[in-house]
T-cell receptor, first 114, second 109 residues
Framework: NAGVTQTPKFRVLKTGQSMTLLCAQD?????MYWYRQDPGMGLRLIHY???????AKGEVPDGYNVSRLKKQNFLLGLESAAPSQTSVYFC?????????????FGAGSRLTVL | GQNIDQPTEMTATEGAIVQINCTYQ??????LFWYQQHAGEAPTFLSY??LDGLEEKGRFSSFLSRSKGYSYLLLKELQMKDSASYLC??????????WGAGTKLIIKP
């Protein structure tokens, strides 16, 4: 049981390049999330999904796109990377949104944009 | 606006007790979470409070006062492995999690 798996773990991009972060979960969770974590700030929600084929914007969605074609996968895309997108990105999943929706996080993807 | 406040850093001694406070102002309340995050790793769930009072789980306890918008995480018998950041998060009226910036706990021998 792997839980939540993110790839890649590290990536360096040049400004203007594009890339996709992959997230896979094997817990049959309905909900999946992409967060970014920056020094001195709380986790900020980028986009989330409440089920296969559905996505929604979070707190900081600009510059990112997502897709959830399969229940177990949630992809985060950067179409034209900017230095402000240098961050650690965490994917998470949870079985439901009401009550104690405990999130299970992936190990994180550290992205540097030069 | 919505806001979660917790101290940036705390230091404690191995074997001692430490209390990490969290105050919040959110639009609605559907529970408060504490997560632990070791450096370079993912956050992991510690506790959940939705009713006032103290929840005890081994060496860790979490307290909630909804009327005061206040919670604390109490860690007893501190061990070196407890050195980590502790994240407070509140589920708001839309069940979205609002996160504090985290408290870095340093344990000294």
């Amino acid at each position: 049981n792997a839980g939540v798996t993110q790839t890649p773990k590290f990536r360096v991009l040049k400004t203007g390049q594009s890339m996709t972060l992959l997230c896979a979960q094997d817990m049959n969770h309905e909900y999946m999330y992409w967060y970014r974590q920056d020094p001195g700030m709380g986790l900020r929600l980028i986009h989330y999904s409440v089920g296969e084929g559905t996505t929604a914007k979070g707190e900081v969605p600009d510059g990112y796109n997502v897709s959830r074609l399969k229940k177990q996968n949630f992809l985060l895309g950067l179409e034209s990377a900017a230095p402000s997108q240098t961050s650690v990105y965490f994917c998470a999943s949870s079985p439901r949104v009401t009550g104690a929706n405990v999130l299970t996080f992936g190990a994180g993807s550290r992205l540097t944009v030069l | 606006g919505q806001n979660i406040d917790q101290p940036t850093e705390m230091t404690a001694t191995e074997g001692a007790i430490v209390q990490i406070n969290c105050t919040y102002q959110t639009s609605g309340f559907n529970g408060l979470f504490w997560y632990q995050q070791h450096a370079g790793e993912a956050p992991t769930f510690l506790s959940y409070n939705v009713l006032d009072g103290l929840e005890e789980k081994g060496r860790f306890s979490s307290f909630l006062s909804r009327s005061k918008g206040y919670s604390y995480l109490l860690l007893k018998e501190l061990q070196m492995k407890d050195s980590a950041s502790y994240l407070c998060a509140v589920s708001d009226s839309n069940y979205q999690l609002i996160w504090g910036a985290g408290t870095k706990l340093i344990i000294k021998p």
